[in-house]
C-alpha cells in the first residue's frame, strides 16, 4: 500500500515538518521515470482524500443541480485536484543540481555511443540462410540466400492529417553477385488524408521500387508460405524492381470499431516505369505501364468473407528485340512486351486459399537482322498456382502478436502448406511446361524468424528431367 | 400421492445436480483482459485481486483446469479478435466493445458488470488550441482510441452540445500516442481516462470531466462468455463468475480502496489522479456492483441505440441478445451476496 505523509514547507522554521530533501528527490526521480517531472504531482496526491475521504459514507455524486452549466467551462478553475504546495530554495536548487547531473550523463551516452540521424531512422534487415539438396543433377549444399539492410523513416511529418514524406533505402545481396546493391530506393508521400480509417488512402511512390504485378510477387516475405516463388513471378520479371512512379490507394473503406479493422473495397494501384529493370538507366524512350485493382468482400471482422478478395493486374511495356538470344540491330526497346493476369485469394486465420493465373506476350524476331528486315513473332506464355495453407498458432493475429508480458514471448505458430505450380513458356509448344508441387511446413518461434521446411517434385516437359528438390531455411530478422 | 408429489422438487434438485456433476470439464479456462500502461501482464480493481490471490487457480486446482490470462494491449478490440478466433473463453471490458462485437455477431454474452460505477472521461486541450469549451470542439484535431468506451462517451457528449463526431476531426489514437500528440501540438484535444500528465506540466488544460457531469460516465464495464463455452461447461462458468464476484465484493468494502489505488498505480496509473477521479464518485459498494439490474440493462440498451444512431454500430439490436442472466442470481446467492448490493 502506497502511504504518502503529509507536508508543507514555507520556512526553514518548519523544520518539524519539512520533507527531507532526500524524500523529495526520491519522489521526483520516481516522478521522471513514469513521465512526471513536476513537483506538484507528487504533493497533491495527499490532498485530495481531505476534500474527498473515500468511505461508504463519502457524498453521493454530484447532482445536476450542482453541477456547473454543461458547455461553459471555465479552463481556469476545471480541475481543482491540482493543488500544490511548497519547498525550500535551497531543496529545489538541490534537485536540480541532481537532475543536471543526471542530463550530463545522459547527453554524454547519447555522444559517445548512440547512433544519431538526422531524419527519423528506422533500421531494419533479414536473411536467409538455406541448405538445399535435389536428386537431379544430384548436389547439395549450405547457402546464403540473400541479406537486406532496409533504412526507413519520415522526411516530413504531417500530424495534421497525415500527409507525411517517408523515405525507403534498401541494400540488398542475392546468390548471384554477394555484392550490396540498392533494392529499394523510393520516397513516398501521401497526398490524401492517413489518419482516419474512416475515410480513403492516395500515395504516391517516386523511385526504384518493387512491381506490383498480381499476388504471387507483391506478397510480403512473412505472409509468402513457400521458400521460392511460383516460376511465372521471375519468368516473366513480375518480381524484380524498376525505376519509376507509382500512384496507390484504396475507396470506400469498411471499418469495424469492434476491433480496429479497415477493409477497403478496392485497392488500386497505377504505375509508370522504365521498364530496364533495377539500377540501370533507360534504355529506351518509351515507358512501361502497369496496373492492378482489387475488390475486397466488405465484411466486418466476424464475417465468414472477411479476407476474400479478387484482383486483376496488367502491364505493357517494352523490351529489347531478339532473334534467339541475339540482339537485333537497333532492336532496343523495339519489342512489345504485354503481361496480364487475375487472382483470387481466402486469407482468414486459421485457413488461406490463393489462386492466381497470368498471360505473357513477347515480341520477337523470327527472321532477320536488323529492326528493318525482322520478322516478328509474338510468344504467349501461361502461369498458374493454387496454394492451400492451415496455422496452428497466432502468428497472423495482430493483437495476439500484441500483449502485455514480462517475457520476450512470440506466438509459436505451424503452417504446412501445399502449392501445385505450373509453366507454360510458350502455348503453342506442346509439352514443353513445367510443374512443381510442393509440400511445405513454416515453424515460426520467434518475432523475426521462421523456419521453413520445402519437399517439391517438379517435372520439366521440356527437358524431361523429374527432379526432387529439400530446401531448408531460416529467414531471420531484426 | 401427496408425499410424491412433495419430493418432487427434491428429486429435480438431485438430478440437476448429477448433470451438474456430470459436466465434462475443460482442460484450460482462458482469460482474456486488457493491457495496461507498463506492458505488465496483471490487472487492477476487483479482478487484479482475485488474481493476485490466485482465487481462480485455487478454485480449479482439484479439477486440475489450468488459468490462462492473456492481457492485449489493444483493450476490448483486442479481446474482441480473440473471441472471433477462439483464443479466449472469458474477457472484461467497457460499455461499447460488447455493443459493437455483439452488432457484427460476435458469440459472446455479458454474464455480469465488472461495476456499475463506471468510469470517468476526460477532455484535455492544448492552450494554444483556442478551446474555452466544448462547442469549440467544432473543426478541431481531437485524439481518442474508436471503438472504446472513450468513443462512446465523447459521442455522447458531443451529442449534449449539438455536436456530431462528423463535425470534428476526429484522430484515432491509442491513449499513449494521444498524450504524445497533445505533447507535440499534433492534435487539439484529446479524450482520455484519468491520468493527465501533460496537464500536470502546463502542457495541456483540462476542458472537462464527468465528476461534474456524472450522466456522461461511461456505462457499467462487462465480464463476458463466449456461448460456446457457457452452453458447454454451465457449470464450470457459474464457477468462474462466483470467484470473480468474490473481488467485486472485496473491491466494496471500503477498507480496500487503498489497495485498489496502489493495484491501478501499479498497473501505471499516477496515484495522484486515480484518488482525484474519486470526487463526487459513488460510495465503493455502488461503484463496484456487478449485478445485472434493470438499470442496467436499459443503460446497455441506450448504448445500443445510441451507437446504432451514430453510425457506430451497423444493426439496432434488443439488449436481451447481449446478456445471459442464467449464471450470476445463483452464484450470488451460493456465496451469500445477494442481499449484499441491493437495489431499489
Known amino acids: 500500500m502506497i502511504v504518502f505523509k503529509k507536508f508543507k514547507i514555507n520556512s526553514p522554521k518548519d523544520k518539524g515538518n519539512i520533507m527531507s530533501k532526500r524524500k523529495l528527490t526520491i519522489l521526483v526521480l520516481g516522478a521522471l521515470l513514469i513521465g512526471q517531472t513536476n513537483l506538484q504531482a507528487a504533493e497533491s496526491a495527499e490532498a485530495v482524500p481531505q476534500e474527498q475521504p473515500v468511505s461508504d459514507k463519502q457524498p453521493q455524486q454530484a447532482s445536476d443541480s450542482t453541477a456547473?452549466?454543461?458547455?461553459?467551462?471555465?479552463?481556469?478553475a476545471t480541475d481543482t485536484s491540482e493543488a500544490g504546495g511548497t519547498v525550500t530554495q535551497a531543496e529545489l536548487d538541490g534537485v536540480r543540481a541532481e537532475i543536471a547531473t543526471l542530463r550530463d550523463q545522459l547527453t554524454q551516452r547519447l555522444d559517445k555511443t548512440i547512433a544519431n540521424s538526422k531524419r527519423s531512422l528506422n533500421i531494419s534487415g533479414s536473411t536467409q540462410t538455406r541448405y538445399a539438396a535435389s536428386s537431379s543433377p544430384s548436389k547439395n549444399g549450405f547457402l546464403f540466400n540473400s541479406a537486406i539492410i532496409s533504412l526507413k523513416g519520415y522526411l516530413k511529418r504531417d500530424y495534421v492529417e497525415g500527409k507525411s514524406i517517408s523515405y525507403t533505402l534498401g541494400l540488398g545481396s542475392n546468390t548471384s553477385t554477394y555484392n550490396l546493391q540498392p533494392t529499394d530506393a523510393y520516397l513516398q508521400y501521401s497526398i490524401g488524408q492517413s489518419l482516419d480509417i474512416g475515410k480513403p488512402y492516395l500515395y504516391v511512390q517516386i523511385g526504384q521500387q518493387k512491381k506490383q504485378f498480381g499476388l504471387e510477387a507483391t506478397t510480403t516475405e512473412d505472409k509468402q508460405p513457400a521458400i521460392n516463388l511460383a516460376q511465372f513471378a521471375s519468368k516473366l520479371g513480375l518480381s524484380t524492381r524498376d525505376i519509376g512512379i507509382r500512384l496507390y490507394g484504396d475507396l470506400f473503406p469498411v471499418v469495424d470499431l469492434g476491433y480496429n479493422y479497415r477493409i477497403p473495397l478496392i485497392e488500386y494501384s497505377l504505375a509508370l516505369y522504365n521498364g530496364s529493370g533495377p539500377n540501370t538507366a533507360d534504355t529506351n524512350l518509351d515507358k512501361d505501364i502497369e496496373g492492378r485493382i482489387v475488390i475486397n468482400a466488405p465484411a466486418g471482422y466476424y464475417s465468414p468473407y472477411r479476407g476474400l478478395a479478387l484482383g486483376g493486374s496488367y502491364y505493357k511495356g517494352k523490351q529489347d528485340l531478339y532473334k534467339g538470344t541475339t540482339l537485333i540491330t537497333k532492336g532496343e526497346g523495339e519489342g512489345d512486351k504485354i503481361r496480364y493476369g487475375t487472382?483470387?485469394?481466402?486469407?482468414?486465420?486459421?485457413?488461406?486459399?490463393?489462386?492466381?493465373?497470368?498471360i505473357g506476350k513477347d515480341e520477337k524476331a523470327l527472321s532477320g537482322t536488323t529492326l528493318a528486315n525482322a520478322v516478328r513473332a509474338t510468344t504467349e506464355s501461361k502461369g498458374y498456382t493454387v496454394t492451400l495453407f492451415y496455422e496452428w498458432g497466432e502468428q497472423f493475429y495482430k493483437n495476439s502478436r500484441s500483449q502485455s508480458r514480462n517475457d520476450d514471448w512470440w506466438p509459436t505458430t505451424f503452417q504446412p502448406f501445399i502449392r501445385y505450380d505450373h509453366w507454360d513458356p510458350d502455348t503453342a509448344v506442346a509439352n514443353n511446361e513445367s510443374n512443381i508441387t510442393t509440400l511445405g511446413f513454416n515453424f515460426f518461434f520467434a518475432e523475426t524468424t521462421k523456419f521453413q521446411l520445402n519437399y517439391s517434385l517438379s517435372d520439366d516437359k521440356a527437358t524431361h528431367v523429374k527432379q526432387n528438390t529439400f530446401a531448408a531455411q531460416f529467414q531471420f530478422g531484426f | 400421492m401427496k408425499k410424491w408429489i412433495k419430493a418432487l422438487p427434491i428429486v429435480a434438485l438431485l438430478f440437476v445436480t448429477g448433470v451438474a456433476h456430470a459436466e465434462e470439464k475443460p482442460k484450460v479456462i482462458r482469460i482474456g483482459g486488457g493491457g495496461n500502461a507498463l506492458n505488465l501482464p496483471q490487472a487492477s480493481g476487483a479482478i487484479g485481486w482475485v488474481n493476485e490471490q490466485g482465487l481462480l487457480e485455487k478454485e480449479f486446482a482439484k479439477d486440475g483446469i489450468k488459468i490462462e490470462r492473456t492481457y492485449y494491449k489493444a483493450m476490448g478490440p483486442g479481446q474482441n479478435e480473440a473471441i472471433a478466433s477462439g483464443l479466449i473463453d472469458f474477457g472484461s471490458a467497457g460499455d461499447l466493445v460488447t455493443v459493437v462485437g455483439r452488432a457484427g455477431g460476435l458469440p459472446y454474452k455479458i454474464i455480469s458488470t465488472s461495476g456499475a460505477g463506471?468510469?470517468?472521461?476526460?477532455?484535455?486541450v492544448n492552450p494554444a488550441s483556442g478551446i474555452k469549451s466544448l462547442k469549440d470542439l467544432k473543426g478541431k484535431r481531437i485524439g481518442y482510441q474508436k471503438g472504446t468506451y472513450l468513443h462512446l462517451a465523447f459521442n455522447r457528449i458531443l451529442d449534449a452540445v449539438g455536436l456530431t463526431e462528423k463535425e470534428i476531426r476526429g484522430v484515432n489514437l491509442v491513449n499513449a500516442d494521444a498524450q504524445?500528440?497533445?505533447a507535440t501540438n499534433s492534435v487539439d484535444a484529446i479524450v482520455s481516462s484519468s491520468d493527465r500528465p501533460l496537464v500536470d506540466q502546463g502542457v495541456a488544460k483540462l476542458l472537462f470531466d464527468t465528476r461534474k457531469y456524472p450522466q456522461f460516465k461511461s456505462g457499467p464495464g462487462s465480464i463476458f462468455v463466449t456461448e460456446a463455452f457457457a452452453n458447454k461447461y454451465p457449470e464450470t462458468t457459474r464457477r468462474v463468475l462466483k470467484t470473480l464476484l468474490k473481488g467485486y465484493y472485496w473491491a466494496s468494502k471500503p477498507e480496500n480502496q487503498e489497495a485498489i489505488i496502489a493495484s491501478s498505480v501499479k498497473n501505471g496509473g499516477t496515484y495522484k489522479h486515480i484518488k482525484a477521479d474519486l470526487i463526487g464518485a459513488l460510495p465503493p459498494k455502488e461503484r463496484y456492483d456487478p449485478t445485472v439490474t434493470t438499470k442496467v440493462l436499459?443503460?446497455?440498451?441506450e448504448i445500443i441505440d445510441f451507437a446504432f444512431k451514430r453510425g457506430i454500430i451497423r444493426r439496432r439490436y434488443n439488449v436481451s441478445e447481449l446478456f445471459d442472466l442464467r449464471f450470476q442470481a445463483p452464484a450470488l446467492k451460493e456465496l451469500g451476496y445477494d442481499k449484499y448490493w441491493v437495489h431499489n
Open chain 1, 343 to 358: 487472382d483470387l485469394s481466402y486469407v482468414s486465420a486459421p485457413f488461406g486459399f490463393t489462386a492466381e493465373y497470368v
Open chain 2, 118 to 124: 463506471g468510469s470517468n472521461i476526460y477532455i484535455q
Open chain 1, 68 to 76: 456547473v452549466p454543461f458547455g461553459s467551462e471555465d479552463l481556469s
Open chain 2, 180 to 182: 504524445a500528440a497533445l
Open chain 2, 298 to 301: 436499459k443503460d446497455y440498451q
